[in-house]
């Protein structure tokens, strides 16, 4: 049976932005499946400009997402336990974490070979120098993160479901 409240939706602002993440986010996955396997000496042309590109992008929409969230006030809280609630906390603090932190590594293991990353045609600042061992290691980090993120994705997708299909408390429905 439904709950006998209603459940106010996130702005159309907020939801634009949740979606287009959402879809940087797929395509993102699809080209780095996808793209070759970088080595020493290769240059960021094909899907591994199309990558950096992507990452760039994450990065952008997220910050106005931040800001867009501080700024704007939320739906309310909806009913439920305090195990539930702690969970989705957590899940949405760690995915808005490593969707700021993850593309951050990228760019730093970008620098450390040397590529220039630019966004709608300014040059972006190197995060670690050329040849950067540290630049490097954040790469391999980078790659097994895009694990726990998927993970993160999974659990996100599973609680929205949980709540729609078991709850049926309109929680899905705030973000559509």
Same mark, same amino acid.
Request: aromatic share 10%; charged share 10%.
């Given at each position: 049976?439904?709950?006998?409240? +209603?459940?106010?939706?996130?702005?159309?602002? &907020?939801? !634009?932005? @949740?979606? /287009?993440?959402?879809? #940087? $986010?797929?395509? %993102?996955?699809?080209?780095?499946?996808?793209?070759?396997?970088?080595?020493?000496?290769?240059?960021?042309?094909?899907?591994?400009?199309?990558?950096?590109?992507?990452?760039?992008?994450?990065?952008?929409?997220?910050?106005?997402?931040?800001?867009?969230?501080?700024?704007?006030?939320?739906?309310?809280?909806?009913? +439920?336990?305090?195990?539930?609630?702690?969970? &989705?906390? !957590?899940? @949405?603090? /760690?995915?808005?974490? #490593? $969707?700021?932190? %993850?593309?951050?590594?990228?760019?730093?293991?970008?620098?450390?070979?040397?590529?220039?990353?630019?966004?709608?045609?300014?040059?972006?600042?190197?995060?670690?120098?050329?040849?950067?061992?540290?630049?490097?290691?954040?790469?391999?980090?980078?790659?097994?993160?895009?694990?726990?993120?998927?993970?993160?994705?999974?659990?996100?997708?599973?609680?929205?479901?949980?709540?729609?299909?078991?709850?049926?408390?309109?929680? #899905?429905?705030?973000?559509?």
């Amino acid at each position: 049976m439904a709950n006998a409240f +209603s459940v106010s939706k996130y702005d159309p602002f &907020a939801r !634009l932005l @949740h979606w /287009l993440i959402v879809a #940087l $986010l797929a395509a %993102q996955y699809v080209v780095a499946w996808t793209m070759p396997e970088i080595h020493r000496g290769m240059q960021p042309v094909g899907l591994i400009a199309i990558h950096l590109t992507l990452g760039v992008s994450i990065i952008a929409v997220m910050v106005v997402r931040l800001l867009w969230r501080f700024v704007r006030k939320e739906p309310g809280v909806v009913e +439920s336990s305090a195990l539930t609630r702690g969970v &989705a906390y !957590l899940t @949405h603090v /760690l995915l808005y974490v #490593l $969707l700021i932190v %993850q593309p951050l590594m990228g760019w730093a293991n970008a620098s450390s070979r040397g590529w220039r990353l630019a966004f709608f045609g300014v040059d972006l600042p190197a995060l670690s120098p050329t040849g950067s061992g540290l630049g490097h290691a954040l790469g391999d980090v980078h790659g097994a993160l895009a694990w726990v993120m998927l993970g993160l994705i999974g659990l996100h997708v599973a609680g929205a479901l949980y709540h729609h299909l078991v709850l049926r408390d309109g929680v #899905l429905r705030r973000m559509a």
